[in-house]
């Protein structure tokens, strides 16, 4: 069973071959087994999960059954659930049971999804490879059999993990610049972030706000769509929610891509791109021209700005978001303050961990007076010439296609003392955060036996364009079925 699509172990389901409270159990056992290679869950919710099997056998029982009642699959823990603890990663949240759910999770109950538990993640999200949990690295599946162990990326890397690792076939992520796409690169999975405003925020701790968004983690680009078919709508607890219908995804998987215009970003194709990688990402271009796409080149002139602006933005947005976290309403608070400005120092100073406070300090200052101007504003005005920049490229094609990390997946503790190597695993995918526009990552090919993804990338709402591209692309390949050994 483990592993089935979302899509096949639905038609078992509805089938009666198996119950859910059968599948839970059995997928509960594998996790228990085989976790400790990965670290990849921070919470596993056992007696939840089995009385919310049994929920659903009932909800199919009584004829009311949706695609996905009854089907493991897991939240990235920085979803708020109801009960259950939401920690996003940090020792600061260790012990934050959420009295409410996130939108999010409170879609996939109503569908009868049978929650697992909460996947490890980067401290707030902050994070490319996954090392800067407090509940520890978590381990790439791939490569583990020659003795190396690499990263899944990040910051849901937990997630990525899993889904590859066949412990659950499906699991929520969030991308603020990267961090749905390259993990699931890196884990040799699909994964969607979708537009700006098109998945609710509430309820998902805030990093970014102006470029979190909630998106699909899944094997097969089917998958990602009956993900999205759950997540996608407006909310209105979430004021960049945006009020326009959700297509049914799956409706539109098979269509033809004869005609499709595919542009190729040529600052995407630079010499940050290993050969080997440059080869596997356009093999896999060639694979849409035999169906018929037509590729051309075209230029995202200002992309080479968007590390650096969203190394600004980013932070500043976070050192505001994160000003909650003050020992006084919830979260962590350190023992026997003297005072109260002693309890706010030494509540962040222990709470907190190193990245997390780098992102604070750089942002404080980005914001602050006589700096605002020289680095926020500035990197806002850079933001709008990159959006310009993907506002030009959609006048000509369809969707962009490019590599998604500029190399497979790393050793662990290779990047960690190098913050800017790392921020550079993201340097074809921010940009796409700072336009608000929604991308996948579809397995693609391996390099030194690891994963590489194609990214595709489409103009605002065009989801349904990027699942199908990706469909059709996983009906003449089998990269997205390979299993790590
Ligand atoms: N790696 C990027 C960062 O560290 C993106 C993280 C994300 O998308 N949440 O900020």
Known sequence: MHNKSVAELSRELESGKISSVELTQQFLD???????????????CEDQALADAKAADDMRAAGRATPWTGVPFAHKDIFCTNGTRTTCGSKMLENFVPPYDATVAEKFKAAGAVCLGKTNMDEFAMGSSNESSHFG????PWGLSSGQKRVPGGSSGGSAAAVAARLVPAATGTDTGGSIRQPAALCGISGLKPTYG???RYGMIAFASSLDQGGTMARTAEDNALMLNVMAGFDPRDSTSIDREVPDYTATLDQSLKGMKIGLPREYFSDQLSPAMAEQVRNAISEYEKQGAIVQEVSLPNAKLAIAAYYVIAPAEASANLSRFDGVRYGYRCEDPKDLMDMYTRTRAEGFGNEVKRRILVGTYALSHGYYDAYYL?????RRLIQQDFINAFKDVDVLMSPVTPSPAFAQGEKTTDPVAMYLEDVFTIAINLAGLPAMSVPAGFVDGLPVGLQIIGDHFSEARLLNAAHQFQQATDWHLREPK
């Not at 594998?30 to 596993?44: A, H, M, P």
């Not at 690295?137 to 790439?140: D, F, G, I, K």
């Not at 500035?378 to 850079?382: D, H």
């Open 378 to 382: 500035q990197a806002q005005k850079v």
């Open 30 to 44: 594998r996790l228990k087994q085989e976790d400790g290679k990965y670290n990849s869950f921070i919470t596993v």
């Open 198 to 200: 098109r998945v609710s």
């Open 137 to 140: 690295a978590v381990t790439n």
